[in-house]
């Protein structure tokens, strides 16, 4: 599947979690596709979109119906045998078959054919782009996840670390090296990060049932997704002119192709609407024949007898109809002006979604960049606060402004670092890249 090579950017390193289901990017995409109930209404529309097509080509086909009678006619009748008028009640059956076929109707049937043809290429190109559009949705929240989780693993080692320093802080109190106030306030931070790893752990939680919700999972609590470890792309993709992403996306986006067909689709109502005005020629045939229960032949014989063939051509052609045609005409012309304006407004927003992807993508490179550099920076301002901390030369408030600090560097980094790569390979999908 394109969109999953599009947006998977992560190396599966599965692992078997004991109660609870595994499942991997691809596995989401395909579930949330399979489940989503806006894709099975589009589903819906395609197959009757299609029935659409049977039914233009069954208009060139002739029109057959058959039809009988049976009846009783009571009083005055003629007598069929003495030929007298006598009060009587006499029954009667008839029955007849008739044939019609259009020859010539505006050309009417073939472009309500192509009209058919233009309606399932469009319902297709509608239940592609929405598939599209879920996927990148799916992998969206995927990447909300592994934030999540990854930003609780970094909660998970400052409350270590913050653990460690506190035992050591108690001994070095102890010892008489360091006075009460430091212990507390080593305390305090520890709580703080235990608060911290609370809310770590509940927003993961909150991202695993947001995606569990969209591929309509209802057992939140046996779901997981697989362990994938986020690499961050090379971006390639940004040496790229703007305009090049735009023309190569506005060839392929099926929302663009989608608006073309709909354009389409409103000329060949134009067409059909000239066609009503057009003459219209056809041919038809009608054969009848009827039997007298009364009459003393037998019914083959009475059939043969009163058979009656009709056949012949009519020809028709429009001269005033409360003006219908002509309306068809100019809502079908205002039609056109719509889809026109649609189609332009497709592409108008595209360009300037890619480039605010561009410039996004750009501007979230030189925040992780610069994100990268300052955890650089802040670890080795720890490392130094530390030593300095360890042998008495800083004081406890300033070793832990230090932590904070580096603390907040490292989420720094995982939040710029995700928000680049989805900001990237949806650039890249606009692009129709598919190597990752």
Known sequence: MKIVNLIILFTSLSISMQGQEVWTLEQCIKRAIEKNISIKQSQADLKSTALGKTTAIANFLPSLNLGSSHSWNVGLNQNITTGILENMTTRSASMNANVGIDLFNGLQNIQQLY?????????????ADMKENISLLVANSYLQILFNRE????QQSQLNVANEELIIAEERLKTGIIPQGDVLEIEANVATI????????????????ALAQLLLIPDFSNFEIAQETAITPVPAILSTNVNTIYSKAVAKRNDVKLAETNL???????????????PKLSGFYSYNSRILFDDPSDISHQLDRNAGQN?????????????????????SKINIQKSTYALEQVKLDLENTINQAYNDAKGSLKAHQAAEKTLKARKLAYQYAKERFDNGGMNTFNFLQAGQRYEAAQSELIKTKYNYIFKLKVLEFYFGEASL
Request: charged letters at 15%; zero cysteines.
């Open 194 to 209: 235990e608060q911290n790893v609370v809310v770590a752990e509940n927003n993961y939680q909150l991202s695993k049932i």
């Open 115 to 127: 009209r058919a043809n233009l309606s399932i290429l469009a319902s297709q190109y509608q239940l």
């Open 264 to 278: 389409k689709i409103a000329k060949k109502d134009l067409a059909i609407s000239r066609g009503s005005i057009l």
């Open 151 to 154: 930003s609780l693993g970094v």
């Open 311 to 331: 056949f012949g051509l009519q020809l028709s052609i429009p001269i005033f109809n409360g003006m219908a045609n002509n309306s068809n005409i100019r809502r």
